[in-house]
T-cell receptor, first 114, second 112 residues
Framework: DQQVKQNSPSLSVQEGRISILNCDYT??????FLWYKKYPAEGPTFLIS?????DKNEDGRFTVFLNKSAKHLSLHIVPSQPGDSAVYFC?????????????FGEGTQLTVNP | NAGVTQTPKFQVLKTGQSMTLQCAQD?????MSWYRQDPGMGLRLIHY???????DQGEVPNGYNVSRSTTEDFPLRLLSAAPSQTSVYFC???????????FGPGTRLTVT
């Protein structure tokens, strides 16, 4: 049972435009969400996170939106740059549970074309 | 700070062989974990540890063992390698009260 799903395996955008990556989850107990970015032959790196008590968190060009009623979150990158080309994973967790394991989605390959 | 280090970077095993993937971190993080990444399946948790002497199973623990004798090291043992264990393995660590994990560079394992 895939509790975190990223339904788009790939996304291609032009440099300077907005990139929107989407993520859906099924477990209503998840209360903290994160996005990671992964370049080829490297480990994932943390990008941005959001708590379920918020509906938006912004960090420079990156903004994460959370819609709890729809169990949906999205990552907006504005403006997109060629260096943003990478695989993006969303992840979710229940903060107060033992171990607080992260559950990851399948990833979306973003390609930003110059 | 080296962060999270993993060795080896690449490994080829024959079916039935055993090996240990090494992971070390120098950030004094309590929480360490192992993931495998397979195409179309994202990162799946194999085992994790919330501190020295404490380990627990993740989503896909079968065929793997772990131990945590020190805060710094968290080795992953493959007991009898199978082709289904061909994957890229990532070790990660974080502070117990933080959810931002730091990942190692990965080990690409092929089992023939």
């Amino acid at each position: 049972d895939q509790q975190v799903k990223q339904n788009s395996p790939s996304l291609s955008v032009q440099e300077g435009r907005i990139s929107i990556l989407n993520c859906d989850y099924t477990n209503s107990m998840f209360d903290y969400f994160l996005w990671y970015k992964k370049y080829p032959a490297e480990g994932p790196t943390f990008l941005i996170s959001i708590s379920s008590i918020k509906d938006k968190n912004e960090d420079g060009r990156f903004t994460v939106f959370l819609n709890k009623s729809a169990k949906h979150l999205s990552l907006h990158i504005v403006p997109s740059q060629p260096g943003d080309s990478a695989v993006y994973f969303c992840a979710a967790t229940e903060k107060e549970t033992s171990g607080s394991r992260l559950t990851f989605g399948e990833g979306t390959q973003l390609t930003v074309n110059p | 700070n080296a962060g999270v280090t993993q060795t080896p970077k690449f490994q080829v095993l024959k079916t039935g062989q055993s090996m240990t993937l090494q992971c070390a971190q120098d950030m004094n993080h309590e929480y360490m974990s192992w993931y495998r990444q397979d195409p179309g399946m994202g990162l799946r948790l194999i085992h994790y540890s919330v501190g020295a002497g404490i380990t627990d199973q993740g989503e896909v623990p079968n065929g793997y063992n772990v131990s945590r004798s020190t805060t710094e090291d968290f080795p992953l043992r493959l007991l009898s390698a199978a082709p289904s264990q061909t994957s890229v393995y990532f070790c990660a660590s974080r502070r117990l009260l933080s959810y931002e994990q730091y990942f190692g560079p990965g080990t690409r394992l092929t089992v023939t």
